[in-house]
């Protein structure tokens, strides 16, 4: 994961295997703002000899290992160069790997045993995972890049120097505190037809504001809650009803050190 | 002719060009803009102008030798967004836009000027460092402290 200074959230892969080659980079975002990244990648190119396109030609797969999957890696080998990119995702290893093939290709060939599932299933995976992806989880000038955890997910990098929002970023990861984050919440029945809207108010049972829904499906979602309330039981009111909800600490966000 | 490389020109070896061909191979440059301290005189005076302040005429006459010229450019980067660079060059290419003052030539290519335009070049002199700065940019929206990125009024 990387962030722009608006946007946060767009996944770079490397083509290109070693440094003298010309670099090569395929670029991962939410189809909704592919327009608005080339505008952005455009404008601060300026005079630099780069192209910038889109792929058109190329479909991208999340590969997330069921429960019985094992050890597949080890048959990723074998089929690996069929496929442009297969690499572990780089955000975490709880969403498996990222392959990216041309488009049409045929899936059980380059992943052995694999079959493709639901869309659904995907986004459900991530919100009980609490793992942000694309505008409607993580919207532009929104969206905070510490409290989006992208530190957690390799997001960050602390030591390439200046980039907009360079100071206020490292500043804050070094010595200031983050005391709301972006959080799996689970919500119990019975859920209101129409879903939660984004930014709809998350309360304590004792009516005090403990942050806001962002985005789910379902009876999961993720929302931006402070860190001092995620223990409690929680709520939203949505069209005069009363919707109970429980926040949890992913388990793979890096377990604090004890000082 | 032998190659040099000039002192503030990242990775790139120039070519003396001996006096009096101060151009490279190609199409001769143009001209038509000519920035000047007073009054617009370009022929396409929306492409925008630089000043030169006189501290930046006496540094260049200072340090150019033969046909070197101070080549402002402007590049993604740094903590706002953009950020100015500074070379000294021979090479005068078909979208480049030059002036000069009291002898000393200052070249920014057609896009970089888009971006400071209406801008002084200085050479300031300080505790801290000497260097060509850009000040008193019409279109920065706020710049850094050090003076070398800033972003844009769009």
Redesign the interface.
């Given at each position: 994961g990387v962030c722009f200074?608006d946007l946060v959230g767009v996944t770079f892969f490397r083509l290109h295997e070693r440094p003298e080659e010309e670099p090569h980079i395929l670029l991962e975002c939410d189809s909704g703002v592919l327009d608005a990244i080339q505008k952005h990648l455009k404008?601060?190119?300026?005079?630099?000899k780069v192209n910038i396109a889109p792929c058109l030609d190329l479909s991208l797969w999340a590969v997330v290992p069921g429960e019985r999957a094992g050890d597949i890696t080890s048959s990723f080998a074998k089929c690996a160069d069929q496929a442009v990119i297969l690499t572990p995702d780089p955000r975490t290893e709880v969403m498996g790997w990222r392959l990216i093939t041309k488009k049409g290709a045929n899936l059980s060939e380059i992943i052995p045993g694999s079959h493709i599932g639901n869309i659904q299933d995907y986004h459900r995976h991530r919100y009980k995972q609490g793992i942000p992806e694309g505008v409607k989880d993580l919207p532009p000038g929104v969206a905070l890049p510490l409290e989006s955890n992208l530190a957690y997910m390799n997001g960050i990098s602390f030591t390439k120097g200046?980039?907009?929002g360079?100071?206020l970023t490292a500043r804050t990861h070094h010595v200031g505190v983050i005391r709301k984050r972006l959080l799996p919440v689970h919500f119990s029945a019975p859920l209101p037809e129409d879903g939660i809207p984004e930014g709809a108010e998350i309360l304590t049972e004792s009516g005090k504001s403990a942050g806001k829904f962002r985005a789910g499906g379902g009876e999961v979602g993720i929302a931006l809650l402070r860190l001092a309330n995620i223990n409690e039981p929680l709520c939203l009111n949505i069209a005069g009803n009363k919707v109970k909800l429980t926040a949890r600490i992913p388990e793979w966000w890096p377990k604090p050190t004890s000082k | 002719g032998s190659w040099c490389p000039a002192p503030l020109c990242r990775g790139r070896a120039l070519q003396r060009i001996p006096p009096g061909a101060a151009c490279a191979v190609g199409r001769p440059p143009r001209w038509a803009s000519s920035f000047s301290q007073s009054g617009p005189t370009a022929s396409d005076p929306s492409e925008g102008q630089v000043f030169l302040s006189e501290s930046c005429v006496k540094r260049l006459l200072e340090i150019t030798e033969g046909s070197e010229f101070l080549r402002l450019?402007?590049?993604?980067?740094?903590?706002?967004?953009?950020q100015y660079k500074f070379s000294l060059d021979t090479v005068i290419n078909p979208d480049d836009r030059q002036g000069q003052r009291g002898g000393a030539r200052v070249v920014v290519?057609v896009?970089?000027l888009a971006?400071v335009k209406g801008s002084m070049v200085d050479f300031s002199q300080e505790l801290i460092r000497s260097s060509f700065q850009v000040v008193s940019n019409p279109q920065v929206e706020k710049g850094?402290s050090c003076g070398t990125?800033f972003?844009v009024k769009f």
């Open positions: 200074s404008l601060y190119k300026i005079r630099r200046c980039y907009i360079q100071e | 450019q402007v590049e993604g980067g740094g903590c706002s967004g953009f290519d896009d970089s971006f850094c990125s972003s």
